[in-house]
Structures are given as C-alpha cells and as structure tokens.
Nanobody
Framework: QVQLIESGGGLVQAAGSLRLSCAAS????????VGWFRQSPGKEREFVAA??????????GYGDSARGRFTISRDNTENLVYLQMNSLKPEDTAVYYC???????????????WGQGTQVTVSS
C-alpha cells in the first residue's frame, strides 16, 4: 500500500513562488511515475507535471499552463517529489494533488494512488 501526502500550499501574491512536496510512505516509489494535478471549483482536474520512475523513459512532462514556470523533481532516497512553482498567477489558484502509478507517466487521471491535496491561493 502507498500513501501520499501533499504539503507546502498556502496564500501567495501574484508573481511569487511556492514549493509543494509529495511525501510517499508504505513502500519505495522510485520506480513509479508521479504526477501533479490541480482542480479549482467548477473545473475538471487538470494535468500539471509528471516525472518518470527509475528505468522508464520520458523523464518529465508539463501541461501547457505549467511549462516554463513550474519544475518537477524527485529525491528517491527520501521518497519525495517536489513541484517548484514560480511566477504564480491568480489562475493557478486550485487544490493541488500528487498521484503515483507503476507505469509510464500520463496526462490522464489513470494513476493508482492519490493524495488528499493542498490548497494554493494566488492573490492579485
């Protein structure tokens, strides 16, 4: 069993930065793909970024809204995945979720495990 817990969300001014963390427990997920998604009220859950596990190609991927501003990374020795968010905009306001699966990463919601989410609010 894998449990995922997101942290690092909060209130930030436009143009500011935040770093989100996804901590995994239960087992090592170094070979799993990990994705970040976000969801705001009235909208579908949106793909933000993903990173491949050890032994898989396609190192990282980004959604159009994140590319050039956000960076995904992981520390497999600590079972952690990060999302560095720079140049934040009010449109980035959402609940952010991390997810993991024992395959290549995908932009769809076809992941095996999900965290409970962390709120990010960007003010003008």
């Amino acid at each position: 069993q894998v449990q995922l817990i997101e942290s690092g969300g909060g209130l930030v001014q436009a143009a500011g930065s935040l770093r989100l963390s996804c901590a995994a427990s239960g087992r090592t997920i170094s070979s799993y793909a990990v994705g970040w998604f976000r969801q705001s009220p009235g909208k579908e859950r949106e793909f933000v970024a993903a990173v491949a596990g050890i032994g898989w190609t396609g190192a990282t991927g980004y959604g159009d809204s994140a590319r050039g501003r956000f960076t995904i990374s992981r520390d497999n020795t600590e079972n952690l995945v990060y999302l560095q968010m720079n140049s934040l905009k009010p449109e980035d306001t959402a609940v952010y979720y991390c997810a993991a699966r024992r395959r290549t990463w995908t932009v769809s919601r076809q992941y095996d495990y999900w965290g409970q989410g962390t709120q990010v609010t960007v003010s003008s």
